[in-house]
């Protein structure tokens, strides 16, 4: 069973940092690398939304909101998605959940989700 455990989530002030890392468990090593990964998050009151992706290739998208703001990376080595998120607004404030897909055999798989908060 494929799970995706978050972390590094929190309360910071606005333009400060925050990390957030995701690992994957129960996929192979093959798998993992092959799959896509993203960012959502949901603030109160919204719908959920795609912050960033990174493709098996490495090809990364953004949400305009954070661009040149935020940067997605990942670590096939450790099953890890990585979500740097720099100068954060208040508008940022969510819960932002991780996502892996693997379009092939069309399935996706969530995380349990991660709360930041930025305070102005």
């Known amino acids: 069973q494929v799970q995706l455990v978050e972390s590094g989530g929190g309360l910071v002030q606005a333009g400060e940092s925050l990390r957030l890392s995701c690992v994957a468990s129960?996929?192979?090593?093959?798998?993992?690398?092959?799959?896509?990964m993203g960012w959502y998050r949901q603030a109160p009151g919204e719908q959920r939304e795609l912050v960033a992706s990174?493709?098996?290739?490495?090809?990364?998208d953004y949400a305009d909101a954070v661009k040149d703001r935020f940067i997605i990376s990942r670590d096939n080595y450790r099953n890890t998605v990585y979500l740097q998120m720099n100068s954060l607004k208040a508008e940022d404030t969510a819960v932002y959940y991780c996502n892996l897909q693997r379009a092939m055999v069309g399935v996706e798989y969530w995380g349990q989700g991660t709360q930041v908060t930025v305070s102005s």
């Open positions: 129960g996929i192979s090593f093959s798998r993992f690398t092959n799959a896509a």
């Open positions: 990174v493709t098996s290739h490495g090809r990364t």
